[in-house]
């Protein structure tokens, strides 16, 4: 089991950037898949992207794609979620969740299991 904390989150005009980190203690952080996902308020969870054990594969979703980076440093036990273009409805609380996995990340991408959760952090893209 891995215990997972989210950073970052701030204040963005539309058009800025923001880098979200989501930080795991534990062991065996290399051998999870990780999930971003965000909260907007009245609005239910959605997923944002995902990343494979290994960092070889990704998934996005068409809200983000093209825009949002995601990453992952296994040696920091760290996954990344670079933010760029931002709009004002990307303003959610954004969650990273963690799977024991080794399949991709489309396949983590519809997974209803995830093993941890981290608390959040919120994102306010404000005009």
């Known amino acids: 089991q891995v215990q997972l904390e989210e950073s970052g989150g701030g204040l963005v005009r539309p058009g800025g950037s923001l880098r979200l980190s989501c930080a795991a203690s534990?062991?065996?952080?290399?051998?999870?898949?990780v999930a971003w996902f965000r909260r907007a308020p009245g609005k239910e969870r959605e997923f944002v992207t995902a990343?494979?054990?290994?960092?070889?594969?990704?998934h996005y979703a068409d809200s983000v794609k093209g825009r949002f980076t995601i990453s992952r440093d296994n040696s920091k036990s760290t996954v990344y979620l670079q933010m760029n273009n931002l709009k004002p409805e990307d303003t959610a609380v954004y969650y990273c969740?963690?799977?024991?996995?080794?399949?991709?990340?489309?396949?983590?991408?519809?997974?209803?299991?995830?093993?941890?959760w981290g608390q959040g952090t919120q994102v306010t893209v404000f005009t």
């Open positions: 990343i494979n054990w290994i960092g070889s594969t990704t």
């Open positions: 969740a963690a799977v024991q996995s080794l399949t991709t990340a489309s396949n983590i991408a519809t997974t209803a299991r995830f093993d941890d």
């Open positions: 534990g062991r065996a952080f290399a051998s999870y898949g």
